[in-house]
């Protein structure tokens, strides 16, 4: 199964009057996926298809969690700059 995001990419990519977003994946400071430009005129949308992508991306890492992990999806814009951030914090206090 696709995430939700890549699937999110193929059906608004082709709008050239919409805003450029991206989405990016981030474990422990480092950059592990990031999606081609989304086009999106509907914040709304891609605030909800991005929680969607985040709890869809956590349910798969089941098993494969480990302690230490600082997991990020980030949703930017055209310049950048993070708009909004879904994070999950693997940890083993002592």
Do not use: Q
Not at 36 to 64: F, K, Q
Not at 72 to 85: C, N, P, Q, W
């Amino acid at each position: 199964m696709l995430p939700r995001w890549l699937v999110m990419a193929g059906m608004h990519g082709s709008n050239p009057t919409a805003a450029p977003y991206r989405f990016r994946i981030l474990a422990n400071g480092v950059e592990t996926h990031r999606a081609e430009t989304v086009a999106s005129n509907d914040p709304e949308e891609l605030w909800h298809e991005a929680a969607m992508s985040a709890c869809d991306m956590i349910r798969n890492m089941y098993g494969r969690i480990e302690p230490g992990l600082d997991w990020r999806f980030e949703v930017t814009d055209g310049t950048g700059k993070v708009i909004s951030l879904f994070s999950f914090k693997a940890e083993m206090p002592a």
